[in-house]
C-alpha cells in the first residue's frame, strides 16, 4: 500500500467516474456527490458547488445520487451489494446503505446487509429511510448436524473422531467450527470458547509472528504492510506466516483479518501496556504530516486517545474540523464529542472551548440550532482568552437570530462586540455589526440597522475580508430597502453581487440577485426583476442550498404576478410553497399565499382568495406582522364581499403601517387599498390612498408608484366624466406607460374603463 499505490487508486476512481459520465451512467449533477462517495478530489468548479450547499441538500441529495445511479447499473446486468457487520456502522454509512436499499424498488438489484442481533441498527427509523425497497429479515440459527458436517467436509478430510469433538463443541457455530476444524489437531481437549481457539493457534506461532499479529491487531481490522512495519519497528516483517494460518487474508493491496473475532480477540489478550506503546507507534504512523499519503487524522487521534496521551483531544480537535471541512457533519460531531471528553478528563480548557466553539457550527450547520447555542454558551464557560470568549457569543446570538429569539441574541452581541473593540478585531467586528443590523432589519428599526451595517462595512475594508464587505453591502441595500429607497438600495445590492463575481458564495449572491430584483421592479424594469429571481433560483437549486431557493422562488413569483403572467406565477407559487413548508419557512410561506391569492383574484375565484389570504395571517401572526400585515390586510379588503368587512379589513392593514415594518408593506397595502376602493365605487378612498402612497416615496420617488398614483388619478377622472376626452388621452397614455413597464396585472383596470369608448 506504496503512495504510488495510492495515487493509482485515486486515478484508477478518477477514471472510473470519467467512464460513467460518459455512458450515462452517472447523470452530470450526480457527479459532485459519486466524487464524494468515492473520496475523489472535488474538480474546482465541483467543490464550490458542494461547498455552497446546506448539510441538509447535501445529505438528501447525495442519497439520491446513490440510489439513481445503482438504479441506472441494475437496468443494464442484475447486481448483488453486501454489506457486511453492519452493527459498526457510522451514520452516514447506515444512511447510504438505505439508500442502497431504497433503489432496489426499481431494477433487478439485491442488498445483503449483515448484522450481529445486538447492536442490529436496521430498526423502524432505518427502514423508514429505506423508502419503497422491499426486504426480507433472517435470523440465522445454529447450523443443524448435517449442515455442520457438510461444512466440515469442506474443510477437511475423513470423519475422525477430532471433526466429531469439533462439531459437538462448535454447537452450530460456523465460525466456531471452522477456526476449530483449522487447527489440524488431533487433540482429545477442544478449546471452549473461539477466543481460547484463536489464542492457541496465535500461541503456535513464532514470537516475531506473534508480535506481528498484536500490532496488526491495534492497528484495525484493515492493515497495510507499510504500517505494520512501522509500528513493529522492523521494516522486514512479512505476513507470510499469518496469511499461511489464515489469521489474516489478502484485501487489495492490504490485509484483512480473516474475522472480526479474531481480531479483538489478539487484541483483548495484549498486555495493555504493549497496546498502549503500540498505539502510540500508530498514531506516529497516521499523525505523520510529512507523509500526506498515509496520514489519516480520525486514526490519529483514535490510536493518540487509546494510547492515553494527553495530547489526544488536541488531535480530536484537528480530526473533526476536517472532517466538518468535507461536511462529514456526523463523523464530526463524534469526534469533537469524544475530544471534549478527554479535555474535560485532563483540565485542557483552551482545547475544549475549541472543541465547542466547533461543535457549536456543526450544530448548527445540522439544523439543531437549540443545540448548537448550548454548546456556544458551554465554549463561553470554559474560554481561556477573550478572541474565544468573543466567538462563542457570536455563535449564541447567530444561533438565536435563526430560532427568532432576537432579545437574547441581542443579549449575545452586547458580550461580544465589547470584547472586539478591544482588542481590536476587525473581522469579528465585521460580522457582530452585521449580524445586529440584521436583527434589526427583521424588526422594523431601520435607522439604526443602516448604523450597523455602515459599522460592519468599514471593519470589513480594514480587515481586508471581501467576504465580510458584501455581506455588509448587503445589509446596507436592505436598510435602504426597507426604508423604501429603491434606487440607492439597488446600488448596493449591485455592489454585493458584484464582489461576488466569480467567487460562487451562492449563500451571498442569489439572495442579492432577487434583492435586485426587488428594486428593479420598483424602477418599472420587471424583465430584468424576472431574469434576476431566475438565475437566482437556478443558482440556489444547483448548489442545494433551500434557505436561498425559497426566496428566490418567493421572489420570481411575485414578479411573474405583477407582470400579470399568472399561469407561470401560479407554478411558482406552488413550487415555492413546497420549498418553504419542508424548510418550515413560515415568513415565506406566508408571502407566497399572499401572492397566490392574488392569482386568484386576477381568475375571479374571490373565496379562493380569501381561505389563502386567512392562512397567511394566520402564519403572520406567528411570525410577526410587521413583515406583511399590512398587504395581507388590504388584499383581504379585496377579496371580502361584505362592505364593513372591506373597511374592517382596510383599517386594521392602515394601523399596523404605524408601528415598525419594511417599505414593502406600505407599497403593497396602498397598491391593494387602491384596488379595493376602485371596485367598490370609493373613489374619495382611493385618492387618499393614492396621495399617501405619493407622500410616502417623496424622499425618492418611485417609478411604479408613480405610475400607480396617475393610474389610479386617470381612471377616477375619467369615472367622475370630468372633460372626458381629455381624461381619456391621459388613460390612453398611462396604459402605454403600465404596458411597457410590464405591470400586466394593472392592464386590466385600464382596459374595463376604455371599453366603452373603444
Not at 459532485?32 to 465541483?46: C, E, M
Not at 463524534?334 to 457550527?361: I, K, M, P, V, W
Given at each position: 500500500d506504496t503512495a504510488a499505490d495510492q495515487a493509482g487508486d485515486d486515478d484508477a476512481r478518477r477514471s472510473a467516474v470519467r467512464r460513467a459520465l460518459q455512458c450515462g451512467a452517472v447523470a452530470a449533477d450526480e457527479e459532485v456527490f459519486v466524487n464524494d462517495l468515492l473520496d475523489v478530489s472535488q474538480p474546482h468548479a465541483l467543490k464550490l458547488v458542494f461547498d455552497a450547499m446546506d448539510n441538509a441538500s447535501r445529505t438528501r441529495r447525495s442519497s439520491a445520487a446513490l440510489t439513481a445511479v445503482l438504479q441506472r447499473a441494475a437496468r443494464t446486468r442484475p447486481l448483488l451489494l453486501s454489506l457486511e457487520d453492519m452493527h459498526w456502522a457510522s451514520p452516514d454509512v447506515l444512511r447510504l446503505s438505505a439508500a442502497m436499499a431504497t433503489a432496489t424498488a426499481d431494477g433487478a438489484l439485491i442488498v445483503l446487509l449483515t448484522s450481529r442481533v445486538d447492536g442490529d441498527p436496521m430498526n423502524a427509523v432505518w427502514r423508514a429511510g429505506a423508502g419503497g425497497g422491499a426486504w426480507l429479515s433472517i435470523d440465522l440459527a445454529p447450523l443443524r448436524l448435517e449442515e455442520a458436517r457438510q461444512l466440515a467436509r469442506g474443510l477437511i478430510e475423513g470423519s475422525s473422531r477430532f471433526v466429531s469433538e469439533c462439531i459437538a463443541r462448535a454447537e452450530g457455530n460456523p465460525l466456531f467450527l471452522?477456526?476449530?476444524?483449522?487447527?489440524?489437531?488431533?487433540?482429545?481437549?477442544?478449546?471452549?470458547?473461539?477466543?481460547?481457539?484463536?489464542?492457541?493457534?496465535?500461541?503456535?506461532?513464532?514470537?516475531?509472528?506473534?508480535?506481528?499479529?498484536?500490532?496488526?491487531?491495534?492497528?484495525?481490522?484493515?492493515?497495510?504492510?507499510?504500517?505494520?512495519?512501522?509500528?513493529?519497528?522492523?521494516?522486514?516483517?512479512?505476513?507470510?506466516?499469518?496469511?499461511?494460518?489464515?489469521?489474516?487474508?489478502?484485501?487489495?493491496?492490504?490485509?484483512?483479518?480473516?474475522?472480526?473475532?479474531?481480531?479483538?480477540?489478539?487484541?483483548?489478550?495484549?498486555?495493555?501496556?504493549?497496546?498502549?506503546?503500540?498505539?502510540?507507534?500508530?498514531?506516529?504512523?497516521?499523525?505523520?504530516?510529512?507523509?500526506?499519503?498515509?496520514?489519516?487524522?480520525?486514526?490519529?487521534?483514535?490510536?493518540?486517545?487509546?494510547?492515553?496521551?494527553?495530547?489526544?483531544?488536541?488531535?480530536?480537535?484537528?480530526?473533526?474540523?476536517?472532517?466538518?471541512?468535507?461536511?462529514?457533519?456526523?463523523?464530526?460531531?463524534?469526534?469533537?464529542?469524544?475530544?471534549?471528553?478527554?479535555?474535560?478528563?485532563?483540565?485542557?480548557?483552551?482545547?475544549?472551548?475549541?472543541?465547542?466553539?466547533?461543535?457549536?457550527?456543526?450544530?448548527?450547520?445540522?439544523?439543531?440550532?437549540?443545540?448548537?447555542?448550548?454548546?456556544?454558551?458551554?465554549?463561553?464557560?470554559?474560554?481561556?482568552?477573550d478572541v474565544q470568549r468573543c466567538h462563542a457569543w457570536m455563535g449564541v446570538a447567530a444561533g438565536n437570530r435563526i430560532t427568532g429569539a432576537f432579545d437574547a441574541a441581542m443579549a449575545a452581541l452586547d458580550q461580544a462586540q465589547p470584547i472586539a473593540e478591544r482588542l481590536g478585531l476587525p473581522l469579528e467586528g465585521s460580522k457582530v455589526h452585521h449580524l445586529r443590523g440584521n436583527l434589526l432589519f427583521a424588526q422594523g428599526k431601520v435607522a439604526t440597522c443602516d448604523a450597523e451595517h455602515q459599522l460592519a462595512l468599514a471593519h470589513a475594508v480594514r480587515a481586508g475580508s471581501v467576504e465580510c464587505e458584501a455581506q455588509a453591502l448587503s445589509g446596507l441595500g436592505d436598510a435602504q430597502y426597507a426604508q423604501g429607497r429603491m434606487r440607492s438600495a439597488l446600488a448596493y445590492f449591485q455592489r454585493c453581487v458584484s464582489l461576488c463575481a466569480g467567487r460562487n458564495w451562492v449563500r451571498i449572491e442569489a439572495p442579492n440577485r432577487c434583492m435586485t430584483g426587488h428594486c428593479?421592479?420598483?424602477?418599472?424594469?420587471?424583465?430584468?426583476?424576472?431574469?434576476?429571481?431566475?438565475?437566482?433560483?437556478?443558482?440556489?437549486?444547483?448548489?442545494?442550498?433551500?434557505?436561498?431557493?425559497?426566496?428566490?422562488?418567493?421572489?420570481?413569483?411575485?414578479?411573474?404576478?405583477?407582470?400579470?403572467?399568472?399561469?407561470?406565477?401560479?407554478?411558482?407559487?406552488?413550487?415555492?410553497?413546497?420549498?418553504?413548508?419542508?424548510?418550515?419557512?413560515?415568513?415565506?410561506?406566508?408571502?407566497?399565499?399572499?401572492?397566490?391569492?392574488?392569482?386568484?383574484?386576477?381568475?375571479?375565484?374571490?373565496?379562493?382568495?380569501?381561505?389563502?389570504?386567512?392562512?397567511?395571517?394566520?402564519?403572520?401572526?406567528?411570525?410577526?406582522?410587521?413583515?406583511?400585515?399590512?398587504?395581507?390586510?388590504?388584499?383581504?379588503?379585496?377579496?371580502?364581499?361584505?362592505?364593513?368587512?372591506?373597511?374592517?379589513?382596510?383599517?386594521?392593514?392602515?394601523?399596523?403601517?404605524?408601528?415598525?415594518?419594511?417599505?414593502?408593506?406600505?407599497?403593497?397595502?396602498?397598491?391593494?387599498?387602491?384596488?379595493?376602493?376602485?371596485?367598490?365605487?370609493?373613489?374619495?378612498?382611493?385618492?387618499?390612498?393614492?396621495?399617501?402612497?405619493?407622500?410616502?416615496?417623496?424622499?425618492?420617488?418611485?417609478?411604479?408608484?408613480?405610475?400607480?398614483?396617475?393610474?389610479?388619478?386617470?381612471?377616477?377622472?375619467?369615472?367622475?366624466?370630468?372633460?372626458?376626452?381629455?381624461?381619456?388621452?391621459?388613460?390612453?397614455?398611462?396604459?402605454?406607460?403600465?404596458?411597457?413597464?410590464?405591470?400586466?396585472?394593472?392592464?386590466?383596470?385600464?382596459?374595463?374603463?376604455?371599453?366603452?369608448?373603444?
Amino acid at each position: 500500500d506504496t503512495a504510488a499505490d495510492q495515487a493509482g487508486d485515486d486515478d484508477a476512481r478518477r477514471s472510473a467516474v470519467r467512464r460513467a459520465l460518459q455512458c450515462g451512467a452517472v447523470a452530470a449533477d450526480e457527479e459532485v456527490f459519486v466524487n464524494d462517495l468515492l473520496d475523489v478530489s472535488q474538480p474546482h468548479a465541483l467543490k464550490l458547488v458542494f461547498d455552497a450547499m446546506d448539510n441538509a441538500s447535501r445529505t438528501r441529495r447525495s442519497s439520491a445520487a446513490l440510489t439513481a445511479v445503482l438504479q441506472r447499473a441494475a437496468r443494464t446486468r442484475p447486481l448483488l451489494l453486501s454489506l457486511e457487520d453492519m452493527h459498526w456502522a457510522s451514520p452516514d454509512v447506515l444512511r447510504l446503505s438505505a439508500a442502497m436499499a431504497t433503489a432496489t424498488a426499481d431494477g433487478a438489484l439485491i442488498v445483503l446487509l449483515t448484522s450481529r442481533v445486538d447492536g442490529d441498527p436496521m430498526n423502524a427509523v432505518w427502514r423508514a429511510g429505506a423508502g419503497g425497497g422491499a426486504w426480507l429479515s433472517i435470523d440465522l440459527a445454529p447450523l443443524r448436524l448435517e449442515e455442520a458436517r457438510q461444512l466440515a467436509r469442506g474443510l477437511i478430510e475423513g470423519s475422525s473422531r477430532f471433526v466429531s469433538e469439533c462439531i459437538a463443541r462448535a454447537e452450530g457455530n460456523p465460525l466456531f467450527l471452522e477456526q476449530l476444524l483449522r487447527t489440524q489437531s488431533e487433540v482429545v481437549s477442544v478449546p471452549p470458547t473461539i477466543q481460547s481457539l484463536v489464542l492457541e493457534r496465535v500461541d503456535r506461532l513464532a514470537e516475531p509472528e506473534r508480535s506481528a499479529l498484536q500490532a496488526a491487531a491495534v492497528i484495525g481490522k484493515r492493515f497495510s504492510l507499510e504500517s505494520l512495519r512501522a509500528v513493529v519497528g522492523r521494516p522486514g516483517v512479512m505476513c507470510d506466516a499469518l496469511l499461511a494460518a489464515d489469521l489474516v487474508r489478502l484485501d487489495g493491496g492490504g490485509f484483512l483479518f480473516a474475522h472480526a473475532l479474531i481480531q479483538e480477540a489478539v487484541y483483548a489478550s495484549t498486555l495493555k501496556s504493549v497496546r498502549r506503546e503500540l498505539h502510540r507507534k500508530a498514531a506516529a504512523w497516521f499523525g505523520d504530516a510529512a507523509h500526506a499519503e498515509h496520514a489519516e487524522p480520525v486514526l490519529h487521534a483514535e490510536h493518540l486517545d487509546r494510547a492515553g496521551d494527553p495530547g489526544a483531544a488536541q488531535a480530536y480537535l484537528a480530526a473533526a474540523t476536517r472532517e466538518n471541512g468535507r461536511f462529514r457533519h456526523e463523523a464530526a460531531l463524534r469526534l469533537s464529542e469524544r475530544g471534549a471528553a478527554l479535555a474535560a478528563t485532563t483540565s485542557n480548557r483552551a482545547a475544549a472551548c475549541d472543541l465547542a466553539l466547533l461543535r457549536g457550527e456543526v450544530l448548527r450547520e445540522m439544523g439543531r440550532s437549540p443545540d448548537s447555542i448550548a454548546a456556544f454558551r458551554a465554549a463561553a464557560e470554559v474560554a481561556t482568552d477573550d478572541v474565544q470568549r468573543c466567538h462563542a457569543w457570536m455563535g449564541v446570538a447567530a444561533g438565536n437570530r435563526i430560532t427568532g429569539a432576537f432579545d437574547a441574541a441581542m443579549a449575545a452581541l452586547d458580550q461580544a462586540q465589547p470584547i472586539a473593540e478591544r482588542l481590536g478585531l476587525p473581522l469579528e467586528g465585521s460580522k457582530v455589526h452585521h449580524l445586529r443590523g440584521n436583527l434589526l432589519f427583521a424588526q422594523g428599526k431601520v435607522a439604526t440597522c443602516d448604523a450597523e451595517h455602515q459599522l460592519a462595512l468599514a471593519h470589513a475594508v480594514r480587515a481586508g475580508s471581501v467576504e465580510c464587505e458584501a455581506q455588509a453591502l448587503s445589509g446596507l441595500g436592505d436598510a435602504q430597502y426597507a426604508q423604501g429607497r429603491m434606487r440607492s438600495a439597488l446600488a448596493y445590492f449591485q455592489r454585493c453581487v458584484s464582489l461576488c463575481a466569480g467567487r460562487n458564495w451562492v449563500r451571498i449572491e442569489a439572495p442579492n440577485r432577487c434583492m435586485t430584483g426587488h428594486c428593479q421592479w420598483y424602477q418599472n424594469r420587471l424583465g430584468s426583476a424576472i431574469d434576476e429571481a431566475r438565475r437566482a433560483c437556478d443558482d440556489a437549486h444547483r448548489h442545494g442550498v433551500v434557505p436561498v431557493e425559497v426566496f428566490a422562488q418567493t421572489s420570481l413569483a411575485q414578479f411573474l404576478a405583477e407582470a400579470g403572467r399568472m399561469e407561470e406565477a401560479e407554478q411558482a407559487c406552488d413550487h415555492g410553497l413546497v420549498l418553504a413548508r419542508a424548510a418550515g419557512s413560515r415568513r415565506y410561506e406566508s408571502t407566497l399565499l399572499h401572492w397566490l391569492a392574488g392569482i386568484r383574484l386576477a381568475q375571479g375565484q374571490r373565496e379562493a382568495a380569501r381561505h389563502h389570504l386567512e392562512q397567511a395571517l394566520d402564519l403572520a401572526r406567528e411570525t410577526g406582522l410587521g413583515f406583511i400585515g399590512a398587504a395581507l390586510f388590504a388584499r383581504l379588503a379585496r377579496a371580502v364581499a361584505d362592505p364593513q368587512a372591506r373597511a374592517q379589513a382596510l383599517r386594521e392593514g392602515e394601523g399596523l403601517l404605524r408601528g415598525p415594518g419594511l417599505a414593502h408593506g406600505h407599497l403593497w397595502f396602498y397598491r391593494d387599498a387602491i384596488e379595493a376602493s376602485i371596485a367598490a365605487d370609493e373613489w374619495d378612498s382611493a385618492l387618499r390612498y393614492a396621495d399617501a402612497l405619493e407622500a410616502f416615496v417623496a424622499a425618492e420617488p418611485l417609478p411604479w408608484a408613480t405610475l400607480l398614483v396617475a393610474r389610479c388619478r386617470g381612471l377616477e377622472s375619467l369615472a367622475q366624466g370630468r372633460d372626458r376626452e381629455l381624461a381619456l388621452r391621459r388613460l390612453r397614455q398611462l396604459r402605454a406607460e403600465v404596458d411597457a413597464a410590464g405591470l400586466g396585472w394593472a392592464l386590466a383596470g385600464i382596459d374595463a374603463a376604455l371599453a366603452p369608448f373603444g
